[in-house]
Nanobody, 124 residues
């Protein structure tokens, strides 16, 4: 079984910073994409940012220039540095992993997994 464990959420004032981390554990051979979604009350879940094994990144327009996603060399940890936070960034942030392979067999299936979510609240 694969688990994604997030940390780093909390309460911060507007203009402040937070760093989210997510560690994937379990029987894992490789993970192609790791990233973050968020869901605010009454809104749909939306992509914040993601990063592939080749370090290609995608960011939501609303966070470009403020958030930075990174991934460790082993590929099983993803971080989200969030600067210049705004009240509209308030949401539950979910880590996800896509293209997860649990075997070196090239014909094996791949899977996706989600973390349990961590609350980020931006408020004065």
């Amino acid at each position: 079984q694969v688990q994604l464990v997030e940390s780093g959420g909390g309460l911060v004032q507007p203009g402040g910073s937070l760093r989210l981390s997510c560690v994937a554990s379990g029987t894992i051979f490789s993970i192609y994409t790791m990233g973050w979604y968020r869901q605010a009350p009454g809104k749909q879940r939306e992509l914040v940012a993601d990063i592939t094994l080749g370090s290609n990144t995608v960011y939501a327009d609303s966070v470009k220039g403020r958030f930075t996603i990174s991934r460790n060399s082993g590929g099983f940890t993803v971080n989200l540095q969030m600067n210049s936070l705004k009240s509209e960034d308030t949401a539950v942030y979910y880590c996800y992993a896509d293209g997860v392979r649990i075997s070196a067999d090239p014909y094996s299936s791949d899977y996706n997994f989600w973390g349990q979510g961590t609350q980020v609240t931006v408020s004065s």
